[in-house]
């Protein structure tokens, strides 16, 4: 009997982890400098930084993705040499990636399975699986069936897949990347409690969030991580939010916006039980009727994958609307093509940037004209005015503070924050009616979030109505004066934000009533 | 006349022939869908083909060993196939175009070492049919299924092997892991590169069989370009059979019948222009696949070049 036969526990394999002074180069960057970095047995430990700070490189390194080009790992004082994912998987450790490591197309088991060396030799033995991770999933309260297919599986479900793979590999020590970024509040508050148990037994975790509150709540230690070099240490119970916020910007954060006091106005954009389909030909919007006033931000929250898209698309004309009305202005704008929905001034801020909101080939200057480069002053007749569309390049890029080398550099080169500020100036600067932002802030650091938000109030101040969809409910409460909630195509409430508490908007983003619960 | 077409005999002849033109189809297609199971699309199927068609007949005929002419054939698909691995997991190179410059390499290659080492065309005695005692003497049965050559039943053999492999194996596991989320097994330790290298050079190498089947099961004959278009085919079948083997076995049955068919019609002088009928498998190809390909995804890393990291 090897020790596999049994079931994996975390206790005795990993009693301190320490990484020091690792370092590594990218071209041009200094991704990790000499960064010390420890994790000991039966405690979380978060990592906080912003975008680039390094704590991707620093996990990736210690998960065998990388090499660090100077430094040591060492596990329970002795050197380890970690060059592939399979050496650490073999040393204990286990990695919940952001974006979950599933073959959607393959069952629980059989992704629980992949890699690992069968008790039948060379055919699968998924009978002794499934029967481990049921035994697994008993000790640490993760509820999952072993036969499903891993799409028919919800987020949650299957961030629960990740961690039984890595508690199945006898991982000691987990890494969890941004694992709250994609849940509900209720799957969030489960996950800690899985957490609490995983720590009871003896396992270190490494905790990877930008939600402060949440490393505060969980964790026992924060480290801080800012451009590749290591801030400090401490123990949570001696700092604040505020702290951690400073510490990672380096500067002072302001945590509230400024909402200041807007008169809301007349109604600017209406939906009237609008239906539409998704891409998997399944009803995506099943009669959803909002109105958005001018000077009013309207937040949609909900679970990825319960409309939103789909309302976004069926706005802007993207995606055909089955029935019922939209109409911009008292002007109906149902299933227009949406250049003549453009041309009514409603804006739109996509929800992946980098594939709907820009072309990542073209110049940061022809970017920022993509929505009106067919008019003056950016063409006549067809020619392109490069004067004039160099001009705007460089204003914009003054006006919103856009980080680029040149207004002749790829899109693609710029980083997260910098691609959102040229779609928020493209899409601002046009004096826009009605705009609808789509997770505006997903993976921008606290700094370019921030920024943002405060842009996005600035425009309601202005007397702009907004339409913010977003997962993070943190958001929706910074920025919204009502919040509706979606569930599976359907408008479950909406509630003004004073009523509105994370706990009841949990319970409408689960399809629950509160008063029915 | 076209009623010549419905006497016993000629449905026998049609469904026998059917059978056993089907050989080259099924290994080409099999190996094809090992490979794009595990997200590497290759199109130089046919490339592989013709080489291994020329080297089977080659060696078979300066040896007149069949089997060393095989052998030669899975060499050479082998070599293919490594070459193929190399360009597209190493390198990274966009798979739909090094597929087609390595059949057009195939289809020159072989079209020179044709000229050179044999100039005209001669012929080789193939694989002998095999007669299953007592099942060959059914009649009609017998003569369809249970008196063709050796490479036939091995293509049919190679059908539920090719779904247990997928579906039953730890290599199936990860051939079928690696072309739908090469990351996810990348992440769990499994070698992306080492899965693809497998199925590539598999594939080459029921590629050069398919080749072999051709030249000294089938036609026994080698000339310039004798597949004419069959590889392409197979990977198309790949589609129709949504890369499961029994689909893709009923993909080139449905082509080789409707070849046999179209032979037939030639033999008996049924006034159907020959041009048309020597059309239809290729006509047959368009149509299923525009009727089909929608209905099941393929893997979702199909033709995408893996590299770690982000």
New interface residues.
């Given amino acids: 009997m090897s020790e596999t036969d049994n079931l994996p526990s975390g206790r005795s394999r990993i009693h301190s982890l320490e990484m020091r002074g690792i370092t590594k180069r990218f071209p041009g960057v200094l991704a990790s400098d000499h960064v010390n970095f420890d994790v000991k047995a039966g405690e979380v430990h978060a990592l906080l930084g912003e975008n680039g700070a390094g704590k991707s490189t620093l996990m990736?390194i210690l998960?065998g993705?990388?090499h660090p080009d100077e430094g040591e790992i060492l596990i329970n004082g002795k050197p380890v040499r970690i060059s592939?994912?399979?050496d650490s998987?073999n040393l204990g450790i286990g990695?919940i990636?952001q974006?979950?490591?599933?073959?959607?197309?393959?069952t629980v088991a059989?992704?629980v399975?992949?890699?690992?060396?069968?008790s039948r030799g060379?055919?699968?033995d998924l009978d002794v699986v499934s029967k481990r991770i049921v035994d697994l999933a008993d000790i640490y309260g993760l509820r999952l069936d072993p036969s499903a297919y891993v799409w028919q599986l919800s987020v949650g479900q299957q961030q629960r897949i990740e961690i039984i793979?890595a508690l199945y590999r006898g991982a000691a020590l987990l890494i969890l990347d941004e694992p709250t970024a994609v849940l509900t509040p209720q799957e969030v508050d489960e996950l800690f409690v899985i957490m609490r148990q995983m720590t009871k037994d003896g396992h270190g975790l490494v905790f990877i969030s930008h939600k402060l509150h949440e490393v505060v709540e969980i964790c026992n230690r924060v480290s801080v991580l800012r451009d590749g070099k290591m801030i400090g240490t401490r123990p949570t119970s001696e700092t604040t939010k505020q702290d951690l916020a400073n510490w990672m910007v380096g500067r002072e954060v302001g945590f509230a916006p400024d909402r200041g006091n807007v008169q809301r106005g007349e109604i600017r954009l209406k939906l009237e039980d609008v239906k539409c389909g998704s891409d998997r030909g399944t009803p995506g919007l099943r009669g959803v009727s909002l109105d958005i006033h001018a000077g009013e931000i309207l937040g949609i929250a909900g679970v990825s994958g319960n409309g939103q898209r789909e309302l976004a698309e069926a706005v802007t004309g993207l995606r055909k609307v089955i029935s019922g009305k939209v109409t911009l202005e008292g002007g109906e704008i149902t299933n227009l093509q949406p250049a003549e929905i453009t041309e009514r001034l409603l804006s739109y801020i996509p929800e992946e940037r980098m594939k709907d909101g820009m072309i990542k080939d073209f110049t940061v200057a022809e970017n920022l004209i993509l929505r009106e480069h067919h008019k003056p002053p950016y063409s006549n007749y067809g020619f392109l005015n490069l004067k004039n569309i160099s001009a705007n390049a460089d204003m914009l890029i003054k006006k919103f503070r856009v980080k680029t080398p040149s207004q002749e550099t790829m899109a693609k080169n710029l980083s997260g924050g910098n691609i959102q500020k040229i779609v928020l100036a493209r899409e601002i600067s046009r004096t826009p009616r009605v705009i609808i932002a789509a997770q505006p802030t997903r993976g921008l650091d606290i700094g370019a979030t921030e920024y943002v938000r405060e842009q996005l109030l600035e425009q309601r101040k202005l007397g702009t109505a907004i339409i913010l969809i977003s997962e993070d409910l943190d958001e929706i409460f910074a920025l919204s004066d009502r919040i509706a909630v979606l569930y599976e195509g359907s408008v479950m409430d909406i509630v003004p934000r004073a009523s509105a508490t994370p706990q009841k908007l949990g319970m409408l983003m689960a399809g629950v009533h509160p008063e029915n619960a | 006349m076209i009623s010549d077409l419905f006497s016993v005999t000629v449905l026998v002849g049609i469904l026998a022939s059917g059978i056993r033109l089907s050989t080259p189809y099924l290994y080409a297609a099999i190996g094809e869908t090992f490979g794009q199971k595990s997200g590497v699309l290759n199109l130089g199927v046919e490339g592989q083909m013709l080489l291994g068609s020329f080297a089977a007949f080659y060696v078979a005929l300066t040896t007149g060993n069949l089997w060393l002419g095989l052998l030669t054939a899975i060499i050479v698909g082998a070599l293919m196939g490594l070459a193929m691995a190399y360009v597209t997991v190493n390198l990274h190179a966009q798979q739909g175009i090094s597929g087609i410059g390595f059949y057009l390499f195939g289809l020159g290659m072989s079209d020179l070492l044709f000229q050179k080492l044999m100039g005209t065309v001669e012929t080789v005695k193939g694989f002998p049919e095999i007669h299953i005692p007592f099942l060959s003497d059914i009649p009609g049965i017998g003569k369809i299924f249970f008196s063709q050559n050796i490479l036939v039943y091995l293509a049919y053999l190679l059908v539920p092997v090719a779904w247990f492999v997928l579906n039953?194996?730890?290599?199936?596991?990860?051939i079928?892991?690696v072309g739908?989320?090469p990351?996810?097994?990348?992440?769990?330790?499994?070698s992306v590169a080492r899965v693809r290298y497998f199925t590539i050079i598999l594939g080459g190498i029921l590629s050069g069989v398919a080749g072999a089947s051709m030249s000294i099961a089938l036609l026994n004959v080698f000339q310039q370009n004798m597949t004419s278009g069959l590889g392409f085919i197979a990977v198309a079948l790949v589609y129709f059979g949504a890369w499961r083997p029994i689909g893709v076995l009923g993909g080139a049955l449905l082509f080789s019948l409707i070849n046999s068919l179209q032979l037939w019609i030639q033999v008996l002088s049924i006034p159907i222009p020959s041009d048309l009928a020597v059309m239809m498998p290729y006509v047959v190809t368009i149509l299923v696949l525009v009727a089909t390909v929608s209905r099941v995804r393929a893997p979702?890393a199909l033709t995408k070049p893996f590299e770690?990291?982000d």
Avoid: Q, W
Wanted: hydrophobic share 35%; charged share 20%.
């Fill in positions: 990736k998960y993705l990388y592939s994912p399979t998987i990695m990636h974006h979950f490591m599933l073959v959607p197309t393959l059989e992704n399975a992949l890699g690992l060396p069968s060379l055919l699968t793979k | 039953k194996t730890t290599l199936g596991l990860k079928r892991s739908e989320n990351d996810a097994a990348d992440s769990l330790g499994v979702s770690r990291g």
